[in-house]
């Protein structure tokens, strides 16, 4: 039997984890008509008090307690990385039924499938947040793939050279850390690893090292890695937070046998280079209508991807990343930290042995 949603209704909204990307969340949630945001929870109760007199709804200490006297349709999950997994698991059991949970999804391939399990016996909507894949200009990028205008791919590259001093990182304990974060990999490059995975398909291996050079943290803030895709393709991605003075960039190229395509910006919103050989009359005006470049490094996409999600609850239709699909960055991100750690090439499929991501002190 369906259970299509009367799109006329607003959904009890709430959130859990009232820190830095929090807020984004708290803001798009009491501004959506399709939104009432009833509450927000964080460990420190100060916090989620703050975000009630700004937001609205009312503030909790505990994830359980707020689900319990709320009963939320959908509830955000904000917290730290290293989190998400406990607050999926109890939300998707305590009767929650769409779930959305910010990158990465987990820290952990284990904790990963442990929550597309549950969520899949809770009858839950897993949605993960990607939500560069709504910028125009990707979606214009994604649209010339389908389109087969690349023919060959050759090559994929994202690069990510964003500031973010010691002041960052001290801001809040768990942030740099194994246990909770990872590095500039895991966190400020999730999306861009997300993406070329996106647009190359499927990864065969991995090949990565990394550094820590401007701030200290357990983590990396630099690194590198090559990847080998099972069309014969190769990749690059570059990523820093140890860009200074202050962010230059963040963005893919696409390179095939038939074209190029650059997304640059800050945030992959600015569409740089459109170039194909078999043009068309619409490809001269590509880089004009798509050279928006927003305002901060989180782009204009989480109002886009927020609109999905609502629509796919009314519609009760499947996410557009879901689970399983949040879940296949997380594994390249798991095969790059194997790979530093081992000084060795990853080839897919692989079993975890020495990461560090998601490890807890004295594991």
């Known amino acids: 039997m369906s259970r299509t949603r009367n799109p006329g209704i607003r959904l009890r909204t709430a ?18 008509p399709e939104s009432e945001l009833v509450g927000m929870a964080d460990l420190d109760r100060t916090k989620a008090e703050a975000y009630a007199r700004t937001h609205g709804g009312r503030p909790y200490a505990d994830l359980s307690a707020m689900i319990a006297a709320e009963s939320p349709d959908l509830l955000a999950v904000c917290t730290p ?15 929650v039924r769409n779930i959305v949970v910010e990158k990465p999804m987990a820290l952990r391939l284990p904790d990963a499938d442990a929550m597309i399990a549950a969520c899949a016996e809770n009858r839950t909507r897993l949605f993960v947040v990607k939500q560069n894949r709504y910028n125009l200009p990707i979606k214009k990028l994604r649209e010339a793939l389908d389109e087969g205008r690349f023919g060959k791919l050759v090559l994929g590259a994202v690069r990510v050279r964003w500031c973010r001093r010691q002041d960052y990182y001290d801001q809040a304990p768990w942030r740099g850390t194994w246990a909770m974060d990872g590095g500039v990999f895991s966190n400020q490059a999730s999306h861009h690893v997300d993406m070329l995975v996106y647009m190359m398909g499927e990864v065969g291996s991995v090949k990565a090292m990394a550094a820590t050079r401007l701030v200290s943290i357990e983590a990396e803030d630099t690194g590198i890695a090559l990847l080998s895709f099972t069309s014969g393709a190769l990749g690059v991605i570059e990523a820093t937070t140890a860009a200074r003075p202050v962010d230059l960039e963040g963005s893919i190229s696409v390179l095939g046998e038939n074209g190029t395509v650059e997304v640059g910006g800050f945030a992959m919103n600015e569409m740089t280079v459109w170039k194909f050989a078999d043009e068309t009359p619409e490809d001269g005006q590509v880089l004009e209508r798509y050279r928006t470049n927003p305002p901060d490094v989180y782009g204009f996409g989480h109002h886009e991807y927020y609109r999905d999600v609502f629509n796919a609850i009314a519609k009760d239709e499947p996410p557009f990343v ?26 897919f499929p692989f079993t975890p042995e020495r990461s560090k ?6 594991t």
Do not use: F, Q, W
Not at 15 to 32: D, F, N, T, W
Not at 88 to 93: C, E, F, G, L, N
Not at 357 to 362: F, H, I, K, Y
């Open 15 to 32: 959130l859990v984890g009232c820190g830095r990307i929090g807020e984004r969340h708290a803001g798009i949630l009491a501004s959506s």
């Open 81 to 95: 990385s290293g989190m998400h997994t406990e607050a999926v698991i109890a939300a998707s059991r305590s009767g």
């Open 322 to 347: 879901d689970g399983l699909e949040g879940r296949k960055s997380l594994e390249v991100i798991t095969a790059i930290y194997e790979s530093i750690e081992s000084g060795r090439e990853v080839r």
């Open 357 to 362: 991501l998601g490890r807890r002190a004295g």
